[in-house]
């Protein structure tokens, strides 16, 4: 196909990896950009590179330009099933920002909605496409770990310093913001990180085909920022509908230096990313001998070899990967993370933070494939 695809791009933050990305696709071009502040919309856009840009504080006015085949959905994490939803309305295809909502009846309301205009959707999982990811299926594949039975991954990331903003775009933590009386409080400043589960248990559902069936969470509660009110930490134990056991780790307002990391044990071996001050990842495999020790690994041997393109995005090559990956999904009609897929990464959280405010009762987790998710039972 020759065609390129008009993008526009909803928000001014995040939705920039996008305008960098699609205006240098082959297949697309960034024709408008959309966000609530001026002043940080109109940066943005001049920090762009990107000529021609239309730029909107109206949402539904460029919803209405029929050169936009595409909306990324980059705004607030709380809204992005409302705004993905008003873009299938105005039969736009939508790349959604991670998750795909923060609202259990915001996300039944998403896949009817997908599954009503049968248009394209997926969901950004960037994580997907950390350049390790094939080697850790290579190894999965290659069956050097044996039967995978268990996996943990942790996301320890401290974003107090972006709970408050201005207008131009500055961000604060609390304390800075008493000073700056134009900050206000973000989306952020509130929410359970346990909500934020995709980039840790995204990865493991896709190396192992799997998909979660229930789950107990605890949260520490909110004492590092208690005025903010998110939980400083929370930890969730999930079983899969494999018979496999998770433990996922999510961390967003926490004195703690910042960690993305995933393990995966086998009955053959396992496997470890990197943590903490550890250098480099580690394998161990029995076929090399019981020796009750890890093996270092060389990065040029973990990480796959990435394009020019890749190289020169975020998030170690995945940005532009993602944003590419939802191209060719546009072209074969085959989203690598479809709704339903969407569904499996983003449900388990919120369960999650139910089970955390029942003192970790055992939640069951709703297959989105099935009437089952018209069936959540608690408020
Ligand atoms: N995958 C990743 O690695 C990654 C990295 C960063 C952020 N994110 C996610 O991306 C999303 C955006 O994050 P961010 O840091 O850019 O947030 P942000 O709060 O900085 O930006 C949100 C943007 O949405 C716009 N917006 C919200 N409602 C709007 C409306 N009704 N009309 C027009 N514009 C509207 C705001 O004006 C702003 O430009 C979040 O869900 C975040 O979790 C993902």
New binding site residues.
């Given amino acids: 196909m020759n065609r390129r695809w008009g993008i526009g791009v ?6 920039m990896s996008y305008v960098h990305a699609y205006s240098h696709h082959p297949d697309t071009e960034v024709l408008a950009l ?4 001026r002043p ?2 109109e940066a943005a856009a001049a920090g762009s590179g990107v000529e021609g840009l239309s730029l909107y ?1 109206d ?1 539904e006015e460029m919803l209405r330009r029929e050169d936009i085949d595409i909306i990324v959905v ?4 709380t ?2 099933a409302q ?1 993905s939803r008003m873009a299938l309305d105005a039969r736009k295809a939508v790349l959604s ?2 998750p795909a909502d923060y609202s259990y009846e915001e996300c039944v309301r998403l896949a009817e909605k997908v599954e009503k205009t049968g248009l394209r959707y997926m969901m ?1 999982e ?1 994580c997907l496409y950390f350049p390790y990811i094939p080697t850790l299926k290579g190894y999965i594949d290659a069956g050097k770990l044996g039967k995978v039975v268990y996996a943990e991954s942790e996301y320890v990331h401290d974003v107090r310093h ?1 709970y408050y ?1 201005d207008e131009q775009g500055n961000h604060y933590t609390r304390e800075e913001a008493q000073k700056h009386p134009g900050a206000k409080r ?3 400043s509130g929410i359970h990180p346990m909500q ?1 589960i995709t ?1 840790s248990l995204g990865p493991l559902l896709y190396l192992l085909d799997d998909r979660c069936i229930r789950v107990s969470c605890l949260s520490t509660g909110a004492h590092t920022s208690p005025e903010d009110g998110n939980p400083d930490a929370e930890v969730a134990i999930f079983q899969t509908v494999r018979g496999r056991v998770f433990k996922i780790l999510i961390a967003h307002t926490i004195a703690h230096p910042g960690n993305s990391w995933y393990t995966l044990m086998g009955t053959r071996g396992s496997v470890e990313t990197t943590r903490g001050s550890a250098p480099r990842p580690v394998v161990y495999f029995e076929e090399e001998g019981v020796t009750h020790k890890w093996r270092e690994v060389e990065w040029d041997d973990f990480n796959a070899p990435i394009s020019e393109e890749a190289a020169a995005s975020g ?1 170690g090559g995945s940005d532009w990967l993602t944003a590419d990956a939802f191209i060719q999904g546009m072209k074969s009609g085959a989203m690598p993370v479809d709704i339903y897929r969407t569904m499996d990464f983003t449900i388990p959280g919120i369960c999650a933070v139910h089970s955390a405010l029942n003192n970790g009762a055992s939640v069951e987790i709703p297959d989105f494939r099935t009437d089952a998710r018209n069936e959540w039972p608690e408020g």
Wanted: proline share 0%; hydrophobic share 25%.
């Fill in positions: 909803l928000g001014t933050g995040r939705g959309c966000g609530l502040d940080r919309l504080s949402y980059a705004s607030d994490g809204l992005h705004h920002e991670v950004a960037n972006i903003r973000t989306w952020r934020y980039h998030h």
